[in-house]
């Protein structure tokens, strides 16, 4: 039998450095669900610096968060 996966959804993770609040710094995540299982990393960098820059915050990483299911195809 040969195992197989399906993508069930993806998500894209920004990661925000609010700087510092009363002496801590403040980092805070933003999640977008929904993403195309289709789309590039290249693609999800360019939106996310894109939707970032719009924002206050410096954005200090991306993630992209995929979950698939894995099972055996049953052949």
Do not use: C, W
């Not at 039998?1 to 920004?14: D, H, I, R």
Request: no cysteine; proline share 3%.
């Amino acid at each position: 039998m040969a195992t197989v996966s399906e993508t069930y959804s993806v998500k894209m993770v920004t990661r925000l450095n609010y700087g510092l609040v009363n002496g801590k710094e403040v980092i805070k995540n933003k999640t977008y669900n929904d993403i195309s299982p289709d789309a590039t990393i290249a693609a999800m960098h360019t939106v996310a610096t894109a939707i970032t820059g719009l924002q206050a915050p410096a954005m200090e990483e991306m993630f992209r968060i995929q979950q698939d299911a894995i099972f055996d195809d049953g052949l």
